[in-house]
């Protein structure tokens, strides 16, 4: 009976060793490249690859593939060519833009884990900025809360903003940054209203906090004003 | 866009007066990607992951020992950013910025303040 058990685990020994030899010429490998970074690229990679190495082609995957790197499917024959050998001919090839291809190794690390200062400076600081409210813009007379904002804009907007609102006031000169041109918000949808007036009310950089200045009334007023500037140059 | 990443550097101003706020420069050559490309132009323009991503996604403010502020960035950031900011000189003790990148590298600069008479 021993015999008989050593015979056929010999035997599949066997088959599984000549299965091997059989097969082991071709294999099916899978690379994740890194460097296609233009619509040139996976054209210019393929057809360096195939002129300096016998290999074939399967698939180049750019979408949808488990780690977001492009996968790239190679058949070739081991005797014949190493997967190192692949993977340093890829790495001398450049693509139309002088970009070099790479083969990559081991998981994407796109966010290393905070650093022992970094969590203590959240400790200290706090981890987001405060949030600005979701507000919806309480007057529905919009034609004449404009009128009263153009009037509010003139009085305190304009040195800084300009009358145009293109961020060329006149005391403007010497800011950290210009302002911004006033007119990227007009016809801007409601959901900007809250941010508006979260940043009217705050200020930033050179900009004062108006809501110490201008009543809550006054700001929108000024909004509905801001969302009626046009760029002169489109008129 | 700086191909090499250099150490940051501060540039004050050397008329600093007691209880009065000064402009604090710094600036740091460090390039920025999203780590994204366009590859596929043959039907639809997809975004694709081309490169590593890489940016800066903290720069720390001290003041003496004090932790005073904190820049919270992301993959938008521009290469080779120029920050400015102002504080108001309380004592004379040594600013310092640190900045960490998303890969967990960090580098430093210092610079001592120095009331003029």
């Known amino acids: 009976m021993k015999i008989f058990y050593s015979l056929i685990i010999l035997s599949l020994c066997y088959v599984i060793i000549f299965s091997q030899a059989v097969f082991a010429g071709t294999v099916e490998e899978e690379f994740k490249i890194e460097g296609l970074i233009s619509p040139a690229s996976p054209k210019a990679l393929q057809s360096a690859l195939l002129k300096k190495l016998a290999v074939k082609i399967i698939e180049l995957r750019l979408k949808k593939t488990k ?24 790495g001398e090839i450049e693509d139309p833009a002088g970009h070099k291809y790479k083969v990559h190794h081991g998981p994407l690390l796109a966010n290393a884990p905070l650093l022992d200062e970094e969590q203590q400076a959240i400790a200290i600081l706090g981890d987001t900025p405060e949030a600005f409210p979701i507000m919806k813009n309480p007057i529905t007379d919009k034609a004449a809360s404009a009128n009263r904002g153009e009037k509010l804009f003139v009085n305190n907007c304009v040195k800084c903003h300009g009358f145009t609102g293109n961020g060329y006031g006149t005391v403007a000169h010497g800011f950290t940054t210009w302002p911004r041109q006033l007119w990227a918000w007009n016809n801007t949808g409601e959901e900007t209203d809250g941010y508006l ?19 809550e009334n006054e700001r929108w007023d000024l909004i509905n004003y801001i969302k009626t500037l046009k760029n002169p140059g489109d008129e | 866009m700086a191909k090499t990443i250099r150490d940051p550097r501060i540039r004050i101003s050397r008329r600093i007066k007691k209880d009065k706020v000064f402009k604090v420069k710094v600036k740091f050559d460090h390039p920025s990607f999203t780590g994204l490309g366009i590859v596929d132009a043959e039907t639809k323009p997809v975004f694709s992951r081309a490169i590593p991503v890489s940016f800066i996604r903290n720069m720390f403010v001290y003041y003496g020992d004090q932790l005073v502020s904190r820049f919270r960035m992301s993959s938008a950031i521009a290469d080779d950013p120029l920050f400015t900011f102002k504080l108001k ?29």
């Open chain 2, 89 to 117: 000189a309380i004592q004379e003790a040594p600013i310092k910025v640190v900045f960490v990148d998303n890969q967990g590298k960090k580098w430093e600069a210092s610079k001592k303040i120095k009331y003029k008479n």
């Open chain 1, 67 to 90: 780690t977001g790197w492009p996968v790239l499917r190679l058949q070739f024959d081991t005797e014949t060519i190493s997967r190192e050998k692949i993977e340093k001919v890829i």
């Open chain 1, 197 to 215: 007036f979260w940043f009217i009310t705050n200020g930033r950089s050179d900009m004062p906090p108006w809501g110490l200045i201008l009543s």
